[in-house]
């Protein structure tokens, strides 16, 4: 941690230094805010055996399993939200081992950002809410000690605790991010203000770089501190096809698009030549998309604050 100007790097300089093979990465968002730039990315430097943890895997995790990017993951779900329909890739990881056999852990949503919120406040354990019995808590695979039943010291009888959770490196979208590194988020925020903190290196992945007297306007927004980040990468419309709060819509056509595609291995691989591996990097994907849907997705030229 260390305060001052940040690096702030393309996404392409960004995956280079921080995602090498076998990275262990803690994306954020819940289908809102979902990084999928950065997927894009690590898919076009064929990164391999990264242990990706997300709370929500959604099209971004399935995107990444179906190309090969992923050796374990760990989730409390991974889906297309929007239908709803199967992640495809994923499901034939897990089922058929193609393109290969993948490792997955799952916790429920309340154990997961409890983990978080252990790791972020430096604490042995905490409790949450109970899963005995589940399958979150009996069927375990690289993740042996994910759950323990300890006795209320309060009365009460056994209480479930998970052990905390400190992510190696986290990449977040945000709304902007000034040149310290000082991030914010407006709408919901999930798990993130936790997530951000329990990170041992943290990447924030903004939509626009402002001034600090910006920043300053809102301090109420800030879900990073400068002091916490790493490295500022800037690159609009980074969330897409999920939305992000006041600055565009979810692409509920292109998740359905997507999730067609995704059916079978064949239609899947088009999908990423044609969207990802032919797109260059991400501004060209905002280009493929094309001005006339990039105006219907908008949800105002100007920011609300």
Partial sequence: MSTGEKPVLSMKEAVGRHVPDGQELLIGGFAFSDPTALAHEIIRQRRKDLFIMKTSGGVLVDQLVGAACVKRVLSCHVWN??????????????????????????LSYGAFTTALTAGACDLPFMPT???????????RTFLPQKFAVVENPFGGGPVCVVPPLKPALGAFHVHRADKYGNA??????????FAMAACRKLIVIAEELVDTEVIRQHPEATVAPGFM??????????????????????????????????????????????????????????RKLGAERISELRVRSKRYW
Avoid at 88 to 95: K, M, N, S, T, V
Avoid at 129 to 137: C, L, N, R, W
Wanted: with cysteine; proline share 8%.
């Fill in 184 to 193: 914010q988020l407006f709408g919901p925020t999930g798990e993130m203000r």
């Fill in 229 to 286: 980040v790493d490295t500022v990468v800037v690159e609009p419309w980074a969330a897409h096809p999920t939305d992000s709060y006041g600055y565009y819509w979810r692409d509920l056509a292109h998740h359905a698009l997507y999730g067609e595609m995704s059916r079978t291995e064949e239609g899947f691989q088009r999908y990423i030549d044609e969207w990802v591996i032919a797109t260059g990097d991400h501004a060209g994907f905002v």
């Fill in 129 to 139: 809410t109970p899963v005995q019995g589940a399958g979150h808590f009996t069927q």
């Fill in 81 to 106: 939200s929007v239908g709803p329909v199967p992640a495809h890739c994923f499901r034939r990881a897990l089922e058929q081992g193609k393109p290969h056999p993948i490792e997955i852990e799952e």
